[in-house]
């Protein structure tokens, strides 16, 4: 079991350009959420996707958006890129209503 | 609403001696209650979950934590700390009505001193 993986594992990007990560969740997982984590932070809540719907949303601009694929696998956008979107960006993967959730190694965004 | 403290932004231990990271959280509802390991470079592994069963809850690696409802606390314990143990600590709180959305603390980043 390959778990959550996500691609790229490093990103550089300019501000005002957009990106797109990815992610694979642990095999028999219908339920991914993206989490952002600034340096020296806790991870903070996106948004969470549940049969290709956005089921439930952080406080976060339109500017991040996301996409659920019918092999349950997301993508995470963010549009018009600011210095400050700067972080590791984290994918979790979890089944349904299940309580417990398993993550990803990231994926380090830089906007310079 | 949901939120996590976490008392110790660091913890410096000696090798071979406890580990106590602390975390209290506030919640409306019933809470489930985690703690994540984040190695350098690595993701989020699970050390432990507590989900309304049992208050003292074993988990990977030596951790406990207890969940105490009437101090609203879920501390993490280990009787001897390894030089592997080095590394950022969460608590994290969710909850069924928030649809298992999880709030984070702020970390704690643990130094074990050989």
């Known amino acids: 079991d390959a778990g959550v993986t996500q691609s790229p594992t490093h990103l550089i990007k300019t501000r005002g350009q957009q990106v797109t990560l990815r992610c694979s969740p642990k095999?028999?997982?219908?339920?991914v959420s993206w989490y952002q984590q600034a340096l020296g932070q806790g991870p903070q809540f996106i948004f969470q996707?549940?049969?290709?719907?956005?089921?439930q949303r952080g406080n976060f601009p339109d500017r991040f958006s996301g996409h659920q694929f019918p092999n349950y696998s997301s993508e995470l956008n963010v549009n018009a890129l600011l210095l400050g979107d700067s972080a590791l960006y984290l994918c979790a993967s979890s089944l349904g209503g299940a309580t417990e959730a398993f993550f990803g190694q990231g994926t380090r965004l830089t906007v310079v | 609403a949901q939120s996590v403290t976490q008392l110790d932004s660091h913890v410096s231990v000696s090798e071979g001696t406890p580990v106590l990271l602390r975390c209290n959280y506030s919640s409306s509802y019933s809470p489930s209650l985690f703690w994540y390991v984040q190695h350098p470079n690595t993701g989020l592994q699970l050390l432990l979950k507590y989900t309304s069963a049992a208050t003292l809850v074993k988990g990977i690696n030596g951790f406990e934590a207890e969940f105490k409802k009437s101090e609203t606390s879920f501390h993490l314990t280990k009787p001897s700390a390894h030089m592997s143990d080095a590394a950022e600590y969460f608590c994290v709180v969710s909850t069924s009505n928030t649809g298992n959305q999880f709030y984070f603390g702020t970390g704690t980043s643990l130094t074990v001193i050989p």
């Open positions: 996707y549940y049969e290709e719907e956005e089921r």
């Open positions: 095999s028999g997982h219908d339920t």
